[in-house]
């Protein structure tokens, strides 16, 4: 089997397992695909050597640290296969970027997730999102996967990018909200909580009174571009200046470097979940192992859908196990913000 | 009593702390472990190696001519590197006949030892400047930058944050590697490199193999060092970096241990990183015409170690007009001659 072969043939094990057509175990499966990458990714075999891996249970596995996105390329395919290129967003230093051959995995999954968060199916709402447009091929992951849901969840074939360089475009968001009205659907949004922010600032108190049934999708951090508000507060406003109750502000947690997302319960907010194609363990931040159960650890994230970069990522995020899903505690002290930084990340010259 | 008589008096107690015979120099070697971090071993090489106890009259006359003279100078400590003491308190002697010094809360050991010998200066726990005081701040950025942003207008403030060391070295056919590297691992070694002089990059000019075999070979040395002075602990924030770094490097780069520490080594000299303290260096391959990258770092180095023909020297000294250059193996024992971190000058509080 080609190597060709072989990725589309995890591509496609990985979709149906997302399905939920396959009999296949997730460890197993993972377990698989690390393998794979050992033999195709000379860095990753490097990596597994230097750790002392013998890639015979997905503990084993050794976490590719986000970091290296930027240092190296992450990718088993040749720079001419690739379909797309997400850089991550950071201010300073070299961008890292997370190479994709193919993006029917990342679409597919991102769809199914976010189908399932948001309440969302095809065509079934006004989609507009607080963001800038990404551009084609986009570059970024998350302006990728808020273009799908306007293909999958609006599907008549318009996009609303709501952010341009003077800001938000509150006319816009107001012609959305009558859009639903006169359609009888909700209103999907989708937005960066420095969007949100702004909105809030040109919106002065006021109220978009969106549909019943409305959803608003939250991602991402400030980066500096905005005051910052904490996140439960930003939340609170956020659903009253839409009209909607907090239940419906969901939280999106994703990163470039990975091909799928993790959303926040709407029954348990501040609790995200993971799909079933998906798995984050708190570990350590010096020694990899797991934490104990209930305690704050960096987290290790094994994605299936990473068939062609990396498996198992290893963040600097700070999350704990609560029950099901997973509460995100910020980012780990002494480790820089990402895009601001001012040791390994910024103090980097390229070539 | 005038500056040099107090300048002396402060040098004298660090020949009494340097000399391990003496009851301060048994008190330094006994407690300085504990509150530095560093083996045994790593504050008696420490204190012989860079505590600049062997000043000489003419050094401290002209450290006295350079010093504005003020009425009272007050120094904040920092933990990094303890014998950075003596120098700080001694340009703060220089200048006024009343000096106030604040350690850090890790390390306040050193102060007190030379406060013991020395009786030349006060140890307060809180700097309590007014208007046309003197400040000597060492440590952070961050922290000098709230230190000047709660000073009374009026106080002037010497800065000395953030920085780090950089190595350059090049072989030509006859050179031979073991005693450059040697050299390079003692400079590196020493403090564990947490101080502002430690190398954490080594650029080499020359050809891949010969670059490669210096990588290994300064590997080799630090790892030889280590068994005479081990490593101290790492706090934790540095253990979590340092698996950070290792993992990142070795999927990016070609990682070699390193005793406890490691050499991350780049052929193709694409990416210069810095790597956390801890003996950690990445070694990069570069042609000369690649040194003006070391620009963009300009406003972190504070140190540069030199193993080069004149024309590379010389280059080097143009673009890091502010960094103090040494032979590899002298970087941490500058003459004392002033502030090591030559980067900026005073600024009054309100600049």
Known sequence: ?351 | MDAQVRVRRLIDAARQIADPETPLGKLARERLPDSTGLSPAGVDFALRQSLEADATDAEIEALCQAATPVGHAHVLLSANVFVAALRAIAIALAAAPRVSVRSSRREGVMAELLQSGSDAFDRVEALEPRPGDHVWAYGSDQTIESLRQSLPPGVVVHGHGTGFGVAVVELDGAAELEPIAAALARDVALFDQRGCLSPRICIVLAERARARRFAEETARALGELELSIPRGRLSAEEAADERRFRDAAAFAFELFAAGQGAVSFDAGGERWIVPPAGRNLHLARADVRDLARLGQLEPSIVALGVSAACPVRDELRALLRYARVSALGSMQRPRLDGPVDRRCGALPRDW
Request: hydrophobic share 40%; with cysteine.
């Open chain 1, 1 to 351: 089997m080609t190597f060709l072969d072989e990725s589309e043939d995890f591509h496609e094990r990985v979709r149906r397992f997302a399905r939920g057509e396959s009999a296949e175990s997730f460890d197993a499966l993972a377990l698989e695909i690390a393998r794979f990458q050992a033999r195709h990714s000379p860095g990753f075999a490097r990596l597994v050597q230097a750790r002392g891996s013998r890639l015979e249970r997905l503990e084993d596995v050794p976490g590719v640290p986000c970091d290296t996105f930027r240092l190296a390329r992450v990718a088993l395919h040749p720079p001419e296969l690739d379909e797309v290129r997400f850089t991550t967003s950071g201010t300073t230093g070299a961008p890292g970027v997370h190479s994709m051959r193919t993006t029917r995995t990342y679409r597919e999954l991102s769809l199914r997730s976010g189908a399932h968060a948001l309440k969302a199916w095809s065509g079934s709402a006004v989609v507009a999102a607080l963001a800038r447009p990404p551009g084609r091929p986009a570059t970024s992951s998350l302006g990728f996967m808020m273009r799908a849901m306007f293909e999958e969840f609006d599907g008549r074939g318009s996009e609303r990018w709501l952010v341009h360089e003077h800001g938000v475009d509150v006319l816009g968001l107001e012609a959305a909200v009558r859009t639903a009205r006169e359609r009888g659907e909700p209103l999907l949004v989708l937005a960066t909580a420095f969007a949100l922010v702004a909105l809030l600032d040109s919106l002065g108190g006021r109220s978009l009174n969106a549909p019943l049934g409305s959803t608003l999708m939250q991602t991402g951090g400030f980066k500096g571009k905005t005051r910052e508000v904490a996140p439960e507060a930003l939340c609170a406003s956020v659903a009253s200046a839409f009209g909607i109750a907090r239940s419906r502000v969901i939280g999106e947690y994703g990163m470039t470097e990975l091909t799928s997302q993790l959303y926040e319960s709407s029954e348990a907010p501040g609790i995200y979940r993971e799909p079933r194609w998906l798995r984050v363990i708190p570990v350590d931040p010096a020694t990899l192992d797991p934490v104990s159960a209930g305690e704050i650890g960096i987290a290790r994230i094994v994605d299936l859908g990473n068939v062609d970069s990396a498996v198992v990522v290893v963040a600097e995020d700070l999350v704990r196990r609560r029950g099901a899903g997973i509460e995100l505690c910020g980012r780990r002290s002494g480790a820089p913000p990402r895009g601001c930084s001012l040791a390994l990340e910024s103090l980097l010259v390229g070539a």
